[in-house]
C-alpha cells in the first residue's frame, strides 16, 4: 500500500514538474478563490515569488504586484461568473507580460464536492497576441485588396482548368455591363470576338499545361454591344506543383488601339489629299515586285508632278495650293482604274502604281487620260487658271527588280519629259541615263569642295511665351548657274548616291562654328537642331563623327538637338537605340522628326531613349477637324505621359497657333512666326533682342 502511496506521489510531483515546462499560465484555486499551486510560466509574467502567492486571493497578490492591479476587477467577475454558471468559462483578458499588454484567452474550469458546494477551479491562460495580431494584419490586408478589387478599373477573374470564372472583379459591371456574381460558372469565351477566341483558348491551355504566366490582346463583347481591345495577362495559380486555376487580370486598351490605329492611318496616307504617301506606295510596290515575278506579269509605274505649282502657290497663296492639290487627286482618280495606287511623296509629286499590265498602249491610254483631265481650268475660290503636269513612266521588268531602280527610272523620264517641253509623258529607256545624274553627283561633290552650300535658321517658340525656344538650322545650295536648288531636289539624290554623309558632316561643323562664334561675342546660348539621315545611323560612323566634329569646334553638346526619323528603327533596331543612348550620354538631346507619318506602333515612343518628337505639318493641314484636334490632344498627352516635348512644324496662321497652344503643344515652328533665315538676319532680328531682354 506505501509502495503504491508513493507511486501516486511521484506520478503528481511529474505531473507539477510537467506543467512547469508547458507555455501556458496554468493556476489552481481553492473555493475561496485563494491559490494553491501555479506553475512556472505563471511566476514569470506576474514576477510572483512562489513563497508568496500560496493561500492569496488575486485582490491579495494586487497589493504586492503591480501587474494584477490594473485589470483586477476583470480577472474577479470571470471567476464568478464560472461558479455561478457552474460551467467553463471562456474569456479574453489582457495581462502584463514585461510591463507590454498580451491579450490572453483564459478558460476557466470550475469543479465541484460530490454535494454541489464549490472545490476548486484551474485557470488556464494561453498567449494569443501574435495570433490575434496575425488575424487583424490579415483582416486588414484582405480589407485593402478588397477595396482595391472593388475600385480597380481592371478587369480582374479567376479561371478554373475548365475555363469557367469562379470570381469576377465588380470593374465587369461596369465596362461590361454584367453583374460579378452573373458570372460565376460561366463561360468566359462567351463575351470574347470570334476572331480571338482560339487565341485566347490556346493561351489559356499553354498556362495550365506549362505553369507559365502570358500576355496577350484581344476583343471583348462591352455593355453597349461594342467589342473593347483588352490587353491582359494570364497568371497560373500553383498548388502542390499543379495548376488549379488561373487569374486573368485584363486593361481596357480600346483608346491606345484607335490611336495606334489612326497614326497607322496617318503613317501610311497624306492627310491633305487623303491618297497614299511614300510609305504606302514603296510597300505596294514591293509587293508588287514580288507577285509579278512570281506571276510574269508587268506592271509600271508613274512619276507626276505640276509643272507650275510654285506659281500657283506664289501668285495665290498656300491655300490654294493645298486646294488644287485636292482636286489633282480627284481629277486623277478618275482616269485610273480601281486596283491602281496613286500615292503622294512630295511637296506637289505624285507616283501611280499600275499592276498587272497587258501592254504599253493600256499605259498610253492611261497617260493620255490624265494629261487631258489636268488641261481642263481649274476654279478655286473664285480664282481660274490653268495648269499642266509631266509624266515619268517606268516599266517591269525593264527597269529592273528593285524598288530603287525602278524609281530612279521613273525620275529620269520624268526628267526627260520635263526636257521634251513640259505636258507630255516619256516612258524610260537606256538614253534617260542621263547625264543629268552624273551631273548632279559631280555638282553636290563641287559644291562641298567650293561652299556653295550655306545654312539658313528657322527659329523654334515657346507656344505660351511666343519667345525663341532653338532654332533649326537647314541646308541650301546656291548653284552658280542654276541659282537656288531646293533640298527636295537633291537630299533624297544625295541618300541615295552615299554623298549625304559628307553634306551631313559639313552641315553639323558649320553650324557649331557659327554657334561658338555667337557665343563668344556674348549671346546666350540657344539650342540648335540639326536633321540626320537615316543613311548615316546604318553607316554606323554618325557618334564617332558627331565627337570629332563637337571636340575639333568646341562646342557645347548640351546645346545641339539631332533630329531623326523613325526609319532608323527598319533595319537594326538594337543598334539604332545604342546609337541614341551613345549620343544622349554626350548631353545631346534627340528629336524624332516626322511624327505620324512613319509610326505604326507607340511601342517606338517607348523604346527610344529621346527627347521631343516633332507633329509633322500634316497634322496642321486640317486643324478645323475636330477629329484632328482630338488625335493632336492625345499625342501630346501620350508624348507629356513619356516626358517628352512635342514641336509643331509647319504653323502658318493665328488659328493654328492658338489651337495647338490649347492642345498642350510645348513649341511651334513656320512661316507664322518666321521664316528660314540668315545667319546674320537671325543675329540682328532675334539674338540681339533676346541678349537685351535678358540685360
Same mark, same amino acid.
Given at each position: 500500500?506505501?509502495?503504491?502511496?508513493?507511486?501516486?506521489?511521484?506520478?503528481?510531483?511529474?505531473?507539477?514538474?510537467?506543467?512547469?515546462?508547458?507555455?501556458? +499560465?496554468?493556476?489552481?484555486?481553492?473555493?475561496?478563490?485563494?491559490?494553491?499551486?501555479?506553475?512556472?510560466?505563471?511566476?514569470?509574467?506576474? /514576477?510572483?515569488?512562489?513563497?508568496? $502567492?500560496?493561500?492569496?486571493?488575486?485582490?491579495?497578490?494586487?497589493?504586492?504586484?503591480?501587474?494584477?492591479?490594473?485589470?483586477?476587477?476583470?480577472?474577479?467577475?470571470?471567476?464568478?461568473?464560472?461558479?455561478?454558471?457552474?460551467?467553463?468559462?471562456?474569456?479574453?483578458?489582457?495581462?502584463?507580460?514585461?510591463?507590454?499588454?498580451?491579450?490572453?484567452?483564459?478558460?476557466?474550469?470550475?469543479?465541484?464536492?460530490?454535494?454541489?458546494?464549490?472545490?476548486?477551479?484551474?485557470?488556464?491562460?494561453?498567449?494569443?497576441?501574435?495570433?490575434?495580431?496575425?488575424?487583424?494584419?490579415?483582416?486588414?490586408?484582405?480589407?485593402?485588396?478588397?477595396?482595391?478589387?472593388?475600385?480597380?478599373?481592371?478587369?480582374?477573374?479567376?479561371?478554373?482548368?475548365? !475555363? @469557367?470564372?469562379?470570381?469576377?472583379?465588380?470593374? $465587369?459591371?461596369?465596362?461590361?455591363?454584367?453583374?460579378?456574381?452573373?458570372?460565376?460558372?460561366?463561360?468566359?469565351?462567351?463575351?470574347?470576338?470570334?476572331?480571338?477566341?482560339?487565341?485566347?483558348?490556346?493561351?489559356?491551355?499553354?498556362?495550365?499545361?506549362?505553369?507559365?504566366?502570358?500576355?496577350?490582346?484581344?476583343?471583348?463583347?462591352?455593355? /453597349?454591344?461594342?467589342?473593347?481591345?483588352? =490587353?491582359?495577362? +494570364?497568371?497560373?495559380?500553383?498548388?502542390?506543383?499543379?495548376?488549379? %486555376?488561373?487569374?486573368?487580370?485584363?486593361?481596357?486598351?480600346?483608346?491606345?488601339?484607335?490611336?495606334?490605329?489612326?497614326?497607322?492611318?496617318?503613317?501610311?496616307?497624306? @492627310?491633305?489629299?487623303?491618297?497614299?504617301?511614300?510609305?504606302?506606295?514603296?510597300?505596294?510596290?514591293?509587293?508588287?515586285?514580288?507577285?509579278?515575278?512570281?506571276?510574269?506579269?508587268?506592271?509600271?509605274?508613274?512619276?507626276?508632278?505640276?509643272?507650275?505649282?510654285?506659281?500657283?502657290?506664289? &501668285?495665290?497663296?498656300?491655300?490654294?495650293?493645298?486646294?488644287?492639290?485636292?482636286?489633282?487627286?480627284?481629277?486623277?482618280?478618275?482616269?485610273?482604274?480601281?486596283?491602281?495606287?496613286? !500615292?503622294?511623296?512630295?511637296?506637289?509629286?505624285?507616283?501611280?502604281?499600275?499592276?498587272?499590265?497587258? %501592254?504599253?498602249?493600256?499605259?498610253?491610254?492611261? !497617260?493620255?487620260?490624265?494629261? !487631258? %483631265?489636268?488641261?481642263?481650268?481649274?476654279?478655286?475660290?473664285?480664282? =481660274?487658271?490653268?495648269?499642266?503636269?509631266?509624266?515619268?513612266?517606268?516599266?517591269?521588268?525593264?527597269?529592273?527588280? =528593285?524598288?530603287?531602280?525602278?524609281?530612279?527610272?521613273?525620275?529620269?523620264?520624268?526628267?526627260?519629259?520635263?526636257?521634251?517641253?513640259?505636258?507630255?509623258?516619256?516612258?524610260?529607256?537606256?538614253?534617260?541615263?542621263?547625264?543629268?545624274?552624273?551631273?548632279?553627283?559631280?555638282?553636290?561633290?563641287?559644291?562641298?569642295?567650293?561652299?556653295?552650300?550655306?545654312?539658313?535658321?528657322?527659329?523654334?517658340?515657346?507656344?505660351?511665351?511666343?519667345?525663341?525656344?532653338?532654332?533649326?538650322?537647314?541646308?541650301?545650295?546656291?548653284?552658280?548657274?542654276?541659282?537656288?536648288?531646293?533640298?527636295?531636289?537633291?537630299?533624297?539624290?544625295?541618300?541615295?548616291?552615299?554623298?549625304?554623309?559628307?553634306?551631313?558632316?559639313?552641315? @553639323?561643323?558649320?553650324?557649331?562654328?557659327?554657334?561658338?562664334?555667337?557665343?563668344?561675342?556674348?549671346? &546666350?546660348?540657344?539650342?540648335?537642331?540639326?536633321?540626320?539621315?537615316?543613311?548615316?545611323?546604318?553607316?554606323?560612323? @554618325?557618334?564617332?563623327?558627331?565627337?570629332?566634329? +563637337?571636340?575639333?569646334?568646341?562646342?557645347?553638346? &548640351?546645346?545641339?538637338?539631332?533630329?531623326?526619323?523613325?526609319?532608323?528603327?527598319?533595319?537594326?533596331? /538594337?543598334?539604332?537605340?545604342?546609337?541614341?543612348?551613345? +549620343?544622349?550620354?554626350?548631353?545631346?538631346?534627340?528629336?524624332?522628326?516626322?511624327?505620324?507619318?512613319?509610326?505604326?506602333?507607340?511601342?517606338?515612343?517607348?523604346?527610344?531613349?529621346?527627347?521631343?518628337?516633332?507633329?509633322?505639318?500634316?497634322?496642321?493641314?486640317?486643324?478645323?477637324?475636330?477629329?484632328?484636334?482630338?488625335?493632336?490632344?492625345?499625342?501630346?498627352?501620350?508624348?507629356?505621359?513619356?516626358?517628352?516635348?512635342?514641336?509643331?512644324?509647319?504653323?502658318? &496662321?493665328?488659328?493654328?497657333?492658338?489651337?495647338?497652344?490649347?492642345?498642350?503643344?510645348?513649341?511651334?515652328?513656320?512661316?507664322?512666326?518666321?521664316?528660314?533665315?540668315?545667319?546674320?538676319?537671325?543675329?540682328?532680328?532675334?539674338?540681339?533682342?533676346?541678349?537685351?531682354?535678358?540685360?
Amino acid at each position: 500500500m506505501a509502495a503504491k502511496d508513493e507511486d501516486r506521489v511521484d506520478l503528481y510531483n511529474n505531473f507539477i514538474s510537467a506543467l512547469d515546462i508547458l507555455p501556458d +499560465l496554468i493556476i489552481l484555486k481553492d473555493a475561496e478563490r485563494r491559490w494553491v499551486k501555479a506553475n512556472k510560466r505563471v511566476l514569470e509574467v506576474f /514576477e510572483i515569488h512562489e513563497n508568496h $502567492y500560496k493561500g492569496k486571493r488575486d485582490e491579495d497578490l494586487a497589493e504586492i504586484y503591480p501587474n494584477f492591479a490594473e485589470f483586477l476587477p476583470d480577472y474577479i467577475a470571470s471567476d464568478l461568473r464560472a461558479w455561478e454558471t457552474k460551467n467553463q468559462v471562456k474569456a479574453e483578458e489582457i495581462i502584463l507580460v514585461n510591463g507590454k499588454e498580451h491579450l490572453f484567452e483564459v478558460i476557466k474550469t470550475p469543479f465541484f464536492h460530490s454535494n454541489g458546494e464549490r472545490k476548486g477551479i484551474i485557470v488556464t491562460c494561453r498567449d494569443i497576441t501574435e495570433r490575434e495580431k496575425a488575424k487583424r494584419t490579415l483582416a486588414e490586408s484582405e480589407e485593402k485588396y478588397r477595396i482595391i478589387l472593388e475600385n480597380t478599373i481592371d478587369l480582374i477573374a479567376v479561371y478554373n482548368d475548365k !475555363a @469557367l470564372i469562379t470570381y469576377a472583379s465588380p470593374s $465587369y459591371e461596369t465596362i461590361l455591363g454584367i453583374k460579378p456574381e452573373q458570372l460565376i460558372g460561366i463561360d468566359g469565351t462567351v463575351f470574347i470576338h470570334p476572331d480571338d477566341v482560339k487565341l485566347v483558348v490556346e493561351t489559356f491551355r499553354k498556362v495550365f499545361s506549362e505553369g507559365k504566366s502570358y500576355s496577350i490582346v484581344f476583343r471583348v463583347r462591352g455593355k /453597349e454591344n461594342n467589342f473593347l481591345w483588352i =490587353e491582359a495577362k +494570364l497568371q497560373p495559380v500553383i498548388h502542390e506543383e499543379r495548376v488549379t %486555376s488561373s487569374v486573368i487580370i485584363s486593361r481596357d486598351i480600346t483608346e491606345r488601339k484607335i490611336l495606334e490605329e489612326q497614326l497607322k492611318h496617318m503613317a501610311y496616307h497624306d @492627310l491633305l489629299t487623303g491618297v497614299g504617301n511614300r510609305r504606302l506606295f514603296m510597300e505596294q510596290l514591293q509587293g508588287t515586285i514580288s507577285l509579278s515575278e512570281s506571276k510574269n506579269e508587268s506592271f509600271s509605274i508613274m512619276s507626276l508632278d505640276f509643272d507650275r505649282f510654285k506659281w500657283v502657290n506664289d &501668285t495665290f497663296g498656300h491655300d490654294i495650293g493645298d486646294k488644287l492639290l485636292v482636286q489633282f487627286v480627284k481629277r486623277v482618280s478618275k482616269c485610273i482604274r480601281s486596283i491602281d495606287t496613286l !500615292a503622294r511623296i512630295g511637296g506637289d509629286e505624285f507616283v501611280i502604281l499600275l499592276p498587272n499590265i497587258d %501592254s504599253r498602249e493600256d499605259v498610253i491610254g492611261i !497617260a493620255n487620260r490624265i494629261l !487631258a %483631265s489636268l488641261q481642263e481650268p481649274w476654279k478655286i475660290n473664285k480664282h =481660274e487658271f490653268v495648269t499642266t503636269s509631266s509624266i515619268g513612266i517606268a516599266e517591269f521588268p525593264q527597269c529592273g527588280d =528593285e524598288i530603287d531602280s525602278i524609281m530612279k527610272c521613273a525620275d529620269q523620264a520624268l526628267y526627260k519629259a520635263k526636257q521634251a517641253g513640259r505636258n507630255n509623258y516619256q516612258f524610260y529607256n537606256e538614253m534617260c541615263l542621263i547625264d543629268s545624274e552624273k551631273e548632279l553627283v559631280s555638282g553636290i561633290k563641287k559644291a562641298l569642295e567650293q561652299n556653295e552650300f550655306f545654312i539658313v535658321y528657322q527659329p523654334k517658340y515657346n507656344l505660351s511665351t511666343k519667345e525663341v525656344n532653338s532654332v533649326e538650322a537647314l541646308i541650301r545650295w546656291d548653284h552658280p548657274e542654276k541659282g537656288l536648288i531646293s533640298p527636295i531636289d537633291f537630299i533624297s539624290f544625295a541618300e541615295n548616291h552615299h554623298l549625304i554623309i559628307p553634306i551631313t558632316k559639313w552641315l @553639323l561643323e558649320q553650324v557649331c562654328i557659327q554657334c561658338k562664334e555667337w557665343m563668344e561675342l556674348g549671346y &546666350t546660348p540657344v539650342p540648335i537642331s540639326v536633321n540626320i539621315s537615316t543613311k548615316h545611323f546604318e553607316e554606323g560612323t @554618325l557618334v564617332e563623327d558627331v565627337k570629332k566634329i +563637337l571636340s575639333k569646334t568646341g562646342f557645347d553638346p &548640351t546645346n545641339l538637338i539631332l533630329e531623326i526619323t523613325e526609319s532608323i528603327m527598319n533595319k537594326n533596331e /538594337e543598334q539604332a537605340i545604342q546609337t541614341i543612348h551613345q +549620343l544622349r550620354e554626350m548631353g545631346i538631346k534627340i528629336a524624332i522628326d516626322d511624327f505620324g507619318t512613319g509610326f505604326s506602333s507607340l511601342s517606338y515612343l517607348i523604346k527610344l531613349p529621346i527627347d521631343l518628337i516633332n507633329l509633322d505639318k500634316t497634322f496642321l493641314d486640317e486643324l478645323t477637324d475636330k477629329k484632328n484636334i482630338s488625335l493632336i490632344n492625345s499625342i501630346v498627352s501620350l508624348a507629356h505621359n513619356l516626358n517628352l516635348l512635342v514641336v509643331a512644324e509647319g504653323i502658318e &496662321t493665328e488659328n493654328q497657333h492658338q489651337v495647338l497652344d490649347q492642345t498642350g503643344c510645348d513649341i511651334g515652328q513656320g512661316y507664322f512666326f518666321s521664316k528660314p533665315l540668315m545667319g546674320t538676319q537671325l543675329q540682328r532680328a532675334f539674338l540681339d533682342t533676346k541678349e537685351r531682354n535678358e540685360n
